[in-house]
């Protein structure tokens, strides 16, 4: 079974871009999560898509954004890009029934000078 | 909403040690504690989960163990190698979908 892709592997923006990141699940998850990745800061969920609906979100301002789509791979889009946004975005794919394992991508390194 | 606390930040240990990581959580809703290893490059990857019926898990040379009154959890590393060397993520699913993560444990594994 293939496992969690993200495209692209690295990205250099700057300031003011906006950028678009790629997440395709293991075949069967219905569910996309997404994280930010900074050194010191750990995990930082930004938000959750299940069935090509927003279901979870985390604290992140109103530049970051995402979506689903009906075979539920996932976009994730910045806009209006800082210097605090480089970062690893992770994707993570689940079945979406809760507390499960979560299968995670090799993750979009961003670069925003 | 959940937190998860993670300890220690950073563990130094010699090829052949014993390493100890533990998890604090405070949602009692939690039933699923999984963790994770991301290596240098690459995403978190799962390691050894457990669940709350049970108070202990196995797996070569990686143990979990769950103390639910306590609202703790400790993954234990043996014998340890220079391949373990990574960062470590604890995580406490909360009543809803999303885990919460600790801040990671790097574990560092001189030969």
């Known amino acids: 079974k293939a496992g969690v892709t993200q495209t692209p592997r690295y990205l250099i923006k700057t300031r003011g871009q906006q950028v678009t990141l790629s997440c395709s699940p293991i075949?069967?998850?219905?569910?996309v999560s997404w994280y930010q990745q900074t050194p010191g800061q750990g995990l930082q969920f930004l938000f959750e898509?299940?069935?090509?609906?927003?279901?979870n979100k985390g604290n992140f301002p109103g530049r970051f954004s995402g979506r689903q789509f009906s075979n539920s791979r996932s976009e994730m889009n910045v806009s209006t890009l800082e210097l605090g946004d480089s970062a690893l975005y992770l994707c993570?794919?689940?079945?979406?029934?809760?507390?499960?394992?979560?299968?995670f991508g090799p993750g979009t390194r961003l670069l925003v000078l | 909403g959940e937190n998860v606390e993670q300890h220690p930040s950073t563990l130094s240990v010699q090829e052949g040690d014993s390493a100890v990581i533990k998890c604090t959580y405070s949602?009692?809703?939690?039933?699923?504690f999984p963790w994770y290893k991301q290596e240098l490059g690459k995403g978190p990857q799962l390691i050894i989960d457990?669940?709350?019926?049970?108070g202990e898990k196995k797996d070569q040379r990686i143990a979990v163990t769950l103390n639910k009154t306590a609202k703790h959890f400790s993954l234990h590393i043996t014998e340890t190698q220079p391949e373990d060397s990574a960062v470590y993520f604890c995580?406490?699913?909360?009543?809803?979908?999303?885990?919460?993560f600790g801040r990671g444990t790097s574990l560092i594994v001189h030969p």
């Open positions: 993570a794919s689940s079945k979406g029934t809760g507390q499960e394992t979560q299968y």
């Open positions: 898509y299940f069935s090509e609906t927003q279901r």
């Open positions: 457990i669940r709350s019926n049970v």
């Open positions: 075949s069967g998850h219905r569910s």
């Open positions: 949602d009692s809703a939690s039933n699923y």
């Open positions: 995580a406490a699913p909360p009543g809803s979908y999303i885990p919460t």
